[in-house]
């Protein structure tokens, strides 16, 4: 995949083209090239394409256990090309790629903590649709807050990070949408945010509507 330079050209295209990127010569000069990643930088951008596999990984394997339809959905239309755009920016800017290539190993010690654990908790001997689902939930929750952290980090020069990340964000909160309409539907009850430090943004996303996201 990173030989495919053709992959690169159309991937970067639909990302700007979904984000609201001017026009061809301005896309290529977003890209910013000419400046330099910062640590900051290259580090959220590896961190981020592990954490966009684990999600497609994770929610394959709460379908094949729960067989919750909404979890295959999202992670071969959207995870994937998540997962996907991540790779693009580390082409583009020659980062290493950190993917193992294997389906639920990461090279990032805390992230296979993180899938080990949350796998448990969505299909393990206990575990319920309920469960499974505010699994789900949690983890946009949290992708949400890592994606708002590394965006924040990026230099104005890197404009083509910047729009990804958004593109990425878009996404997430359409999966929370998602996630949270299965858990209310379930419980008859509000559902009850999972990262207090995000509720702000939480109640406001979901007292809106779903959004067109471009690629996701």
Do not use: W
């Not at 992959?7 to 090239?33: H, M, R």
């Not at 990340?165 to 909160?173: A, E, I, T, V």
């Not at 430090?197 to 406001?204: D, F, I, P, Q």
Request: glycine content about 6%.
């Amino acid at each position: 995949m990173k030989k495919l330079n053709v992959f690169y050209i159309f991937t970067t295209a639909l990302v700007f083209a979904a984000c609201g990127g001017g026009n061809q010569a301005n896309n290529s000069a977003d890209t910013g090239l000419a400046t330099p990643l910062t640590t900051a930088e290259t580090s959220g951008l590896q961190y981020m394409r592990e954490e966009e596999e684990l999600a497609q990984n994770l929610y394959m394997d709460i379908f094949n256990n729960k067989g919750l339809s909404v979890f295959q959905t999202i992670s071969q239309k959207s995870e994937t090309q998540h997962a996907a755009q991540m790779l693009v920016l580390l082409n583009t800017y020659t980062v290493a790629d950190p993917s193992t290539g294997s389906a639920n190993t990461y090279t990032n010690p805390e992230l296979q903590t993180l899938y080990n654990t949350l796998l448990a908790a969505a299909t393990g001997a206990t575990s319920t649709n309920l469960s499974a689902l505010m699994t789900g939930a949690l983890v946009e929750e949290v992708d949400i807050s890592d994606i708002n952290i590394r965006k924040a980090q990026v230099l104005p020069a890197h404009q083509i990070i910047i729009a990804t990340y958004d593109n990425l964000l878009c996404g997430s909160r359409n999966h929370l949408r998602a996630f949270v309409a299965q858990i209310e539907l379930l419980t008859g009850q509000p559902y009850v945010i999972q990262v207090p430090a995000l509720a702000a943004e939480v109640n406001a996303i979901l007292n809106g509507t779903q959004e067109q996201c471009g690629m996701i």
